[in-house]
């Protein structure tokens, strides 16, 4: 069974700063992709960056952008330029044929 | 567009009780799931479903049910609510081929006193 794990239960920045939230995962599958959800007080679920295991090429959006290594089977999110926006919980969720298994979440806080 | 529709948006219910959990997508998804997010959790997969008439278990099962007798329909039901059932549950859907994004309801939150 793939699982998902998130060992930063919390972290905190200031804004402007960069911050890098981890992500590690376990799966004998050669085929799936890797996510990072933002679930901001609303809760509404956002999908911040996705990551196709295949591809090398690190993905990036805008100020995010992860550091994905298949052979460490890690996968961390780096926020740029934090901006107070940014202050929600953060899911990482790996996705194979079937089922989207998401992790434990990290609360993020950006300060002024 | 409604995107992914969940009702109601909270209850409570009594130990015992039974009832069920809404969800609704009209973008012609394949792909269905019920999750569960508890403090400290994150999201756990209930049940989940691949098309019309297909549905399997996730990580966490007991307690619920569920059917998929049409494509934008997926409803989740509660044959006997009990306290640890206590939650905010999320329906999603997405496309059936993989690297497809997950579109999300906006939650129910349950209370089972």
């Known amino acids: 069974a793939q699982t998902v794990t998130q060992s930063q239960p919390e972290m905190s920045v200031q804004e402007a700063e960069t911050v890098t939230l981890s992500c590690t995962y376990d799966?004998?599958?050669?085929?799936?992709?890797l996510f990072w959800y933002k679930q901001p007080p609303s809760r509404q679920m956002i999908l911040v960056i996705r990551?196709?295991?295949?591809?090398?090429q690190n993905a990036t959006e805008n100020r995010f952008s992860v550091n994905f290594q298949k052979a460490a089977k890690s996968f961390s999110l780096k926020i740029s330029d934090s901006q107070l926006g940014d202050t929600a919980m953060y899911f990482c969720?790996?996705?194979?044929?079937?089922?989207?298994?998401f992790g434990t979440g990290t609360r993020l806080q950006v300060f002024p | 567009n409604a995107g992914v529709t969940q009702t109601p948006k909270f209850q409570v219910l009594k130990t015992g009780q039974s009832m069920t959990l809404q969800c609704a997508q009209d973008?012609?998804?394949?792909?269905m799931s019920w999750y569960r997010q508890d403090p400290g959790m994150g999201l756990r997969l209930i049940h989940y479903?691949?098309?019309?008439?297909?549905?399997d278990q996730g990580e966490v099962p007991n307690g619920y049910n569920v059917s998929r007798s049409t494509t934008e329909d997926f409803p989740l039901r509660l044959l006997s609510a009990a306290p640890s059932q206590t939650s905010v549950y999320f329906c999603?859907?997405?496309?059936?081929?993989?690297?497809?994004?997950?579109?999300f309801g906006q939650g129910t939150r349950l209370t089972v006193v």
């Open positions: 999603a859907s997405r496309p059936g081929h993989v690297n497809t994004e997950a579109f």
């Open positions: 799966t004998s599958e050669s085929n799936y992709y």
């Open positions: 990551q196709e295991a295949y591809k090398q």
């Open positions: 969720a790996f996705m194979n044929t079937d089922k989207l298994i």
């Open positions: 973008m012609n998804h394949e792909y």
């Open positions: 479903s691949v098309g019309a008439g297909i549905t």
